[in-house]
């Protein structure tokens, strides 16, 4: 009989290959189609009417000229009573055309009353509530023992998710069934409650999610706009496209919060750190406040505290944004290590690797590995020959830095059901009620159900994207790989050993001695003794067979099919301009293990994706608000500003595969790649110009300002 | 946007005659890069645009006795792919090759690039031009990184975002403007641009029915460069920008203009920088005089002092880039 367990290497045939992406013709020709594109017969477009003052009491809302409108076909309004934050939801229109709908919105007239408002979340005193406080060890025993306490301030600014893709949907509420086709992350769970407010129960509501352009942490509900594109259909009886516009989903669909902290830290003159006290404060605008892990990955340092203090703002809330908490508290720490590693005369890798013995994973010998990893991202950049202290004293304006982080994360499978169906003719289907945020895993389950079924790739048909698909859990917290490749592996296997079941007697062994392998089932040992698969499945009757997998995420544990607690590497180069202040990444490498990959390709390909996307954070990205009037300031993608390919310099990518890294079985990587690059950029630009820049993103005027403060090379 | 007028005539005489002689109620349409962007914004509401895409003579470079005549409506790509413009004119390659969007390129016009709104994040986010309320300036007290740092006494802190005016200011390109009856006059481009006392007024000298027609650039064989300050490599703003030019005679520069874009409401005519530069045999040093005399005199808001040694280093590297041409 078949069995779950993942195949040894000799043994994979698609499994940790590098395989294209499945639907990477369909993306670049235009054929997928996204929520935005559907435009179905009887198409209403909706315009959200939202607030224009940071903080205001609502004293009324008159929809009376927007629906008077020609053209304009629904109206709905909240029984809000108070905004907190400008481009807050207060009303909605639906018409015939987007322009129609646009020039509706504006005739909608609503009575603000205004209030005071806080923007501003850089000084601490503004937090409200009582600040969380965690200490291990004695901090203030400890410093006194220190050789040499350094302490700095650091800071990461609000960022937005930026989705290419808005948040939104087309709904269409028909026969009491309510069909939504959202852009999401969660298309299993999505409308668990959605039908509320319409009336249609959860076993009426239909959701379609085949494509969508990125969510990274904020898509995973049905939001307001879900509530009143289902509101808006339902007094039309049409269907409404609702999707947010760029200023929109940059104001109120979702930030990462901001993190700015005070840090003192202390070492002995070996290198050893003995102490680190860190305050941290930040807001999450109308939403909460975690303070990030000071110190990250390094948590065994024997004496710690952390004081966090959160700010509420009149600002759209916060929401997981990649590896939530993981990026800032990477920097603040990455970058306090550094700073003392000068102060100490160290070379930052040799500061790390002496203090690796503070890092733990579960299960897993983590100074091991980070130092393994260390290696070989030293290796790739050539870290002996470019490597010097602090400040590149060659001649001329331009210097040249490098800087490394490590990073980790958990990633292990959730929970996730797959149906796999054998055909009497030889055709495969495998059924899931997951998404594919872009990441490639329609490709993936192909590749674990072929290579189960000793088929090729092209024999499985991959459904996805559906709620009545068996169900699959959220692609939150880099799950979604270890779930579905557990839930399929184990569909097709169940499958599978139905059909050795039926081929053991045509073959004259028990369905234990039989395997699948290259188009046939044959008796393991003895190959000779084989039957074609289309023969094999002809042998299974009328009906098809059709088998559930089901990942029990404490289960597939236990198996070593899944697991949790991923790490990696990473370096920088780059060269600062000191008479412009210009950053310019040379080049960035990545190690990166994820227990068994499925599929290398894809998986150097979500490395690289992390890593444009933690540049743009480290040198670009930032929600800048006016104090005055709470509006943000570049709620566009002209001054929100993202990396372009000529922007990201060179990017290697090493994924760590073989013994020790395979047998923990499949885990997630979506997030993890991203939390390091700002850390190793920020300290490769302290590295390159001999200064701190505490502040992200590094931008020129924040550059040019920490030259000019004492100690800068200008 | 709201629902306008739209017009396309053939002749430029049909053009001006559909202009208002009221700022906002019309439109001209170019190449449509800012114009459709500030439609979307509601930064201007008209009743009418006035497209110029049927003109043809609009569009085209020409020797001229003496220069170089570029139409309105010749767009980007086509003039940084001239010849001329590429012997003769450096300083405009670097420039628009620095906007650095194919699409821009291919669409936008020499005449839109000139007469193309402030991108005052103010000013789009809906509180005016010159961003008051009462009497306070949003940007004075504000979020100014991207604001003015000379010119800024009065109430405009904005700052031109033009790409070629400060290289055409610095090669004392001529325009034409053609207005109702299709009259002519010509402006010297440094006299084109202007900065707006109130809300009524716009950033260029043209009167609402007139149509910037043409530039004219004079080849003198200046020696001339544009060196931006761009942090990101694709499509975006320059932090600051400088473009010169100067006459060579016996190894010493005889005249010099030394222009300076996104740090005023105009394209800023540094004219110390020109006036250290003369005389001197252009090196490293009087490279870097030049660039230190173009900071001279800037007052920085509360978020953009970075821009005074950009200034230096833009003016200096320019110089060294023209010296080099």
Redesign the interface.
Known sequence: MAKTDWPVAEKRTLIGKRIDRADGPAKATGTAKYSYDLNKPGLLWAKLVTSPHPKAEIVGIDLSAAAALPGVKATWKDDLKEALYIGQIVAAVAAETEEIATEAARLVKVDYKPGEHLIKDTDPSASTGNPSKREVGNVDEAFPKSDVVHSGNYGCPVITHCCLEPHGQVTELKDGELYVWPSTQNVSRYADRLGESVDVPQNKIHVECQYMGGGFGSKFGYDKWGTIGALLSKQTGQPVKLMLDRDLELMTAGNRPSAFAKVKIGATKDGVINAIDTEVWGTGGTGGFNAPTVPYVFTKIPNTRITGKGIRTNRGGQRAWRAPNHPQGCFITMSAFADLAAELKMDEMEFLLKNLQFTERPEFDAPKVYAEELKIAADLIGYKQKAHPRSDKTPGPLKRGLGVSIHTWAGAGHASECDVTINPDGSVEARIGTQDLGVGTRTVIAQVVADTLGLPLEVVKVLIGRNDYPQSGPSGGSTTIGGISVSSRQAATTALNTLLESASKRLGVAADALEANGGTIREAGKPTNKISWKDACALLGPNPVTKRGVNVPGESAKAKLTSSGVGGAQIADVSVDIETGVVTLNELVAVQDCGLIVNLKLAESQVFGALIMGTTSALFEEAIYDSRTGQMLNADMEFYRLAGIKDVGKLKVHMMTGPGYDDRGVIGLGEPPVISPAAAIANAVANACGVRVPNLPLTPDRVLAALSQKGGIA | ???FEYAAPKTLKEAVSLLSDTWGRTEILAGGTDLVTSLKQQVTKPNRVVSLRNIKELSGINDKRGGVAIGATTTLAELIENKDIKKEFPSLVTAVEGIGSPQILSAGTVGGDLCQRP?C??F??G?GLLAR?GE?S?PR???N??HAIFGNDGSALFVNPSSLGPALVALEAVFTLTGPGTKERTVPAADFFRTPKTESERETVLKPNEILTGIFIPTKGLKNATYE????????WP?VTASVAFALKGGAVSEARIVLGHVAPVPWLAAGAGSALVKTAVGETAAAKCGDAAAQGAKPLS????KV??V???VKRAVLAAAAT
């Open positions: 946007m709201n629902s991108r994040w103010y789009r986010n509180h309320q306070m949003l007290d504000g979020e990184r991207y300050v761009r942090h990101r490599h694709g499509f975006d932090y978020g953009n002092a970075y040694q950009m230096k280093t833009a």
